[in-house]
């Protein structure tokens, strides 16, 4: 099995030269006039957008209001969901959801890391 610090540093190489890569194709794209003409009227299209959007929105003031608390809501409940599951799976019982279809589910866990400051 390999050293866990090795894979750790290859993906950090290959995020490097992603990177790199990515910086040089926006690089040559940036040199494209048309490329650049594209990309302004994209700019005075997302602006139009976004002023329908607001229109709309601001017709659909209670209804959005509504989306937000729901949002909430959902992200809540998976929190618990999760704390109950962990919970289980730390005391050794199996974990069985089933959805409305009769679809089941089964628990899957990530680990990331994050830089320590």
């Known amino acids: 099995m390999q050293d866990i610090q090795e894979i750790f540093n ?3 190489e290959s995020k490097k030269q992603m990177k790199e890569i990515k910086a040089s194709f926006k690089e040559a794209l940036e040199g ?3 490329y650049q003409g594209i990309q302004e009227q994209m700019k005075t299209m997302r602006e139009k957008r976004k002023q329908v959007e607001q229109t709309i929105k601001e017709q659909f003031a209670s209804e959005i209001t509504k989306l937000e ?3 909430i809501d ?6 618990v969901l999760t704390d109950i ?3 289980k799976i730390s005391k050794g019982e199996s974990i ?4 409305k279809y009769s679809n089941e589910y ?4 990530k680990v990331k890391f ?4």
């Open 10 to 12: 290859k993906i950090e």
């Open 32 to 34: 494209v006039q048309e």
């Open 69 to 71: 608390d729901l949002k």
């Open 74 to 79: 959902i992200e809540s409940d998976m929190e």
């Open 85 to 87: 599951a962990i919970s």
């Open 96 to 99: 069985g959801i089933t959805d």
């Open 106 to 109: 089964e628990p899957i866990f």
């Open 114 to 117: 994050k830089k320590v400051t």
